[in-house]
């Protein structure tokens, strides 16, 4: 690589632009100080994303080679195989026996390519993305509302509201530079910030208002404020009789569903008086807080509603959706400066996703498959002589018909289902039985992986060349840094190849994605008369140097009436992307999630994210800095239930629903309201024994969007008792399968497992073997000490004075520093002093025992942080950042900051 490159994160969807300029040992990466989304910052992934490649390169973790039936071979061997099964599989069954289920994760003119192939040259309806988990309510409640399937704002309008409100968002931990410019802001000039969440967040950090609602009871909350709204005269009355269709309608339901503040704060859980609020923690009754909420919203024009996954995964997020989109018409909010309802999307490319159709229920360029007209006129702009009308199966259904056999070839690209759908068994089970799955992934082991009969390598991050859309329409370009790895290639090279040795050679001939790009641009002002709003016709022709040179823009860019360059917002003026140009309100209710608590499965479990890992894994697992926030998952539970369910803090806790078991650490936290627990989505096959949450879920979905409930699992939890607990340090992986739990997390140089069995066992096996044998070093030897009346084992596998392996057992779990522990894997030779204390399980330094990552972009603990509160006497986050530099990166630990300064304190006072 030469100079720098700038290109665009492959995490989250606020899109942030990255600078990557060569360094002495590989690369640096930076925020790009002209990207509109970040303005030069970034998030703690965003800065570990060069460590994520560095652990690529040196534990060998990329899949490099295609493997047909678990055999390596060569390209031209896996195209021809894949196309010619592919092929059988049409001849003996038909084409609607093949499936495609990819990924918001796959560049925009990848996922073209996904969605011309399957629909227009193989003639099966049924692709279907993991965004039908993410985003798919969303899409349903932007269309009833709109017209058509748009985010109306732009981030700037977070900035310049007076009012914030985020309901079902973490956007501290979720989108933390979003939320980084909402902290400016508030900053500045002061914006009010409300959080809508049954759990205490992050997000809180820098809320006005916390408002803990019911799980699942959105719709009645914003049912209660439209009524209320409407009663009290702060509807935009002049507005509605212009631009809106269906008030009437919408605020009768809402009255019937929440007449007034009282009952609307019984429907959500929010009538609880001052003093004795055991949600949260906080003060004040909870109707106090909705008056409040009620009256911020009716005195501030400037309002911008972000919504997120706690609206979307619900049975019923489409009307969540619209429950919010119904407020901001009411008062006629909607794509102005600092005032409109605002979808955060989550995955990097969510948005090119939802703009190529790559939902079943989409066609291509927002045109409806349902729509005869739509289909005849993609068909004639592909040159497709198969393409029918009609939607294919949702995710859920999708499985469904491969267990049931309708389905007997799928694809999977960029997405992780075994571990991310929802009743996650049953997906395996489906996928077992499947005559032929074919996986795209950049990693060679995922728990979809282990079922492929075909893996096919894809390109990574660094080496990959496209678009993406972000949460406020903006496209910009992803741009290599890194040559090829291996075999690996592009997700659109794979498909071209396997699409042209299918025979529809003529259709997919492709020199490099600007050509896609400029397909797609020219499909979306194919005969668009103003109707889809997804216009980027200026792009129709671009070749590779345009292209190449793409500065980021905001869509429609269209070639009619419109100035280069994007435009900011939409609606503004009032004129939706209806026949009547017209917003519609819709008339919603409060409707019960679909499964409930009962006896044997009394509590609520919640879902969702960790502020340093991504989905599944399979990339920021791989960083030790990343890993170090929280190493293990935890069941997050209010004491009262804790006590309930005798469990004990740092414990572990067996979880169970009607659908499957999980066994995880249990943690304490006055952030869950009694009832409703917390655990994260992130842990799979490859990381632990029984972390995968996606076994707990029932495949609930919202009748309109499809989208899974992952927000409202009705679980049991008990104490798992364990008879011995172990912390192993090892540079090669081990196999513990027959334990029943464990967990790895990738430690600075090595590999750290939590380890847990109820049965008695030869502990000294657990320990591997090294995998370099290096002659010279000598023979390896096992230092050891038991004391087994206590039950107390320590074993160090050493080679000459190197330690490659360690093993800690007792009764409870091993207080033992990890640091400390991995620094010592990676020494040359380790002092007698620290072998002695390596096997007395005493670390020189007691202090650091308890550390735990707070500040991952300067590798900041807990003990540091202590020790600057009760030695330097910091008493405020910036004096931490003066001493320690944390939380001066990307201020995503903030919020963790202020907690521990809370905490210590009243201690340091007294
Ligand atoms: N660190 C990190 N960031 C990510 C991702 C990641 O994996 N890791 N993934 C990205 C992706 S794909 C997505 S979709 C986004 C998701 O971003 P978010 O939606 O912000 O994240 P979640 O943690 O899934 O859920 C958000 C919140 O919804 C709350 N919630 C649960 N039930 C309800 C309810 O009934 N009502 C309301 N109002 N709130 C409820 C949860 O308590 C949780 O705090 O994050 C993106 N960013
Ligand atoms: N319980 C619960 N379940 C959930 C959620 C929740 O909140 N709770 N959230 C849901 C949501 S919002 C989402 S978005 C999903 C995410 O769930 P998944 O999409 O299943 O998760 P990822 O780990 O992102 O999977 C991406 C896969 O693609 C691979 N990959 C990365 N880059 C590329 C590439 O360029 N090409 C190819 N071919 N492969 C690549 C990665 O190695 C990885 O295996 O999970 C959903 N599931
Ligand atoms: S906020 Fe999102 S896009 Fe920006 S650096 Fe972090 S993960 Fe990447
Ligand atoms: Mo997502």
New binding site residues.
């Given amino acids: 690589m030469r100079g720098e490159v700038k290109t665009t994160c492959p ?3 606020v899109g942030c632009g990255l600078i990557v300029s060569p360094a002495r040992d590989g690369w640096a990466v930076g925020g790009d100080p002209d990207h509109p989304a970040n303005l030069g910052r970034i998030c703690s ?1 965003g800065a570990a994303l060069i460590d994520t490649i560095t652990a690529e390169m040196n534990r060998d973790f990329r899949l490099l080679k295609p493997e047909v039936d678990g055999k390596t071979v060569d390209w031209p061997t896996a195209t021809r195989e894949t196309a010619d099964r592919l092929r059988a599989t049409i001849e003996q069954h038909g084409p609607k026996s093949v499936a495609f289920y990819v990924s ?1 994760q796959l560049l925009t003119e990848d996922y073209y390519i996904a969605n011309k192939l399957i629909k227009g040259f193989i003639g099966s309806p049924h692709i279907d993305t993991n965004s039908r988990l ?1 985003m798919a309510s969303t899409v349903v409640g932007h269309k009833r509302a709109f017209g058509a399937d748009v985010v109306p704002g732009c981030y700037e309008d977070l900035e310049i509201a007076d009012l914030v409100i985020l ?5 501290a ?3 933390p530079v979003l939320n980084q410019r909402l902290r400016m802001a508030k900053e500045k000039h002061g914006t009010k910030i409300v959080v ?4 205490k ?1 992050a997000s809180c950090d820098i809320a006005d208002l916390h408002l803990p ?1 019911k ?4 719709v009645a909350l914003f049912n209660g404020l439209l009524a209320w709204l409407d009663q009290n005269g702060h509807t935009d009355l002049k507005y509605i009789a212009r631009h809106v269709s269906g008030y009437e309608a919408a605020v009768a339901e809402a009255r019937a569903d929440c007449p007034d503040i009282a009952s609307t704060a019984k429907k959500c859980g929010l009538d609880y008086p001052a003093g004795i609020n055991e949600h949260s923690n906080e003060d004040g009754s909870g109707l106090g807080k909705l008056e409040t909420f009620f009256g911020w919203f009716a005195a501030f024009d400037r309002t911008v509603t972000v919504f ?4 979307n ?2 049975s019923s997020g489409s009307d969540k959706v619209n429950a919010i989109i119904n407020t901001h018409l009411a008062t006629g909010r909607v794509g102005k400066p600092g005032s409109s309802p605002f979808s955060v ?3 990097p490319n ?1 948005m090119g996703g939802r703009e190529v159709g790559g939902l079943a229920n989409q066609l291509a360029a927002h045109m409806d498959p349902n729509d005869v007209n739509d289909v005849d006129r993609v068909k004639r702009f592909w040159k497709s002589d198969i393409l029918e009308p009609g939607e294919g199966y949702k995710a859920v259904d999708m499985f469904r018909a491969i267990e049931t056999g309708k389905i007997k070839a799928v694809w999977v690209m960029a997405t992780n289902p075994a571990v991310s759908m929802p009743d996650a068994d049953r997906v395996r089970l489906a996928l077992s039985r499947c005559p032929l799955v074919i996986v795209s992934d950049t990693v060679n082991d995922t728990d979809t992986l282990r079922y492929a009969h075909i893996k096919l390598p894809a390109a990574g991050w660094a080496e990959k060349s496209g678009t993406v859309t972000n949460s406020e329409r903006c496209i910009s370009r992803q741009r290599p840094f890194r040559d090829l790895q291996g075999d690996a290639k592009p997700d659109w090279w794979i498909m071209t190849q396997i699409a042209q040795a299918m025979g529809y050679g003529k259709a997919f001939k492709y020199h490099d994605p600007a050509e896609i790009f400029a397909e797609h641009a020219a499909l979306s002002e194919f005969e668009n008369e103003g109707l889809r709003a997804f216009d980027i016709g200026q792009w129709h022709k671009a070749k590779k140097p345009a292209y190449d040179a793409m500065t980021p823009f905001q869509w429609p860019a269209s070639r009619k009436n419109q100035p280069a360059g994007g435009a900011e917002r939409l609606y503004g003026n009032g004129i939706f992307t209806t026949s009547n140009g017209r917003a519609r309100m819709l008339a919603v209710q409060q409707t019960a999630p679909l499964s409930q608590t009962n006896k044997e499965f009394p509590l609520v479990a ?1 879902s ?8 599944t894994m399979t990339r920021t697992g791989t960083a030790a800095r990343l890993s170090a926030h929280r190493p293990e998952p935890l069941l997050e539970l209010n004491i009262c239930d804790a006590k309930r369910y005798k469990l004990i803090d740092g414990g572990l806790a067996r979880i169970k629903s009607p659908q499957g078991t999980a066994l995880m650490r249990v943690s304490i936290s006055d952030a869950q309201a009694p009832g409703d627990v ?1 655990m994260p ?2 842990w799979n096959d490859v990381f632990s024994s029984a972390g995968g949450i996606g076994r707990l879920l029932p495949a609930n979905v919202d009748p309109y969007s499809g989208q899974p409930e992952s ?2 699992i009705p679980v049991s939890v008990e104490p798992f008792e364990p008879l011995w607990q172990g912390l192993l340090f090892s540079n090669t992986p081990v196999d513990l399968s027959n334990q029943p739990y464990w967990v790895a997390a990738t430690g600075p140089g090595c590999m750290i497992y939590e380890i847990a069995g109820d049965q008695p066992c030869l502990f000294k096996s657990m320990l591997p073997v090294a995998a370099n044998s290096d002659s010279d070093a000598g023979p390896e030897q096992i230092i050891e000490y038991n004391d087994g009346k206590k039950g107390v084992h320590r074993y160090a596998r050493m080679r000459k004075d190197r330690i490659t392996g360690a093993l800690f057992v007792g009764p409870d779990r091993p207080a033992l520093g990890r640091d400390w522990i991995s620094g010592l894997l990676g020494t040359d030779a380790i002092s007698g002093p620290e072998r002695i204390a390596l096997l007395a399980g005493r670390m020189p330094d007691a202090r650091a025992i308890n550390d735990r990552l707070i500040c991952s972009c300067f590798s900041v603990g807990l003990a540091a942080i202590t020790r600057a509160i009760h030695e330097q006497n910091a008493v405020s986050t910036t004096d931490i950042g003066r001493l320690l530099q944390a939380g001066t990166g990307c201020g995503s630990c903030l919020s963790e900051l202020k907690e521990i300064l809370d905490d210590a304190l009243p201690r340091a006072a007294e």
Avoid: E
């Fill in positions: 995490y989250c969807g992934k918001g993410c309901t079902g968002s973490n956007l931990w979720c989108h809508i969440d049954p759990r967040t609602i799980p699942g009871s959105d997120s996954q706690g609206v995964q619900s999307t989550g995955q969510a919640n969702g994210r960790y502020r340093d890992q991504w989905h917390f989505m992130h927000k409202y």
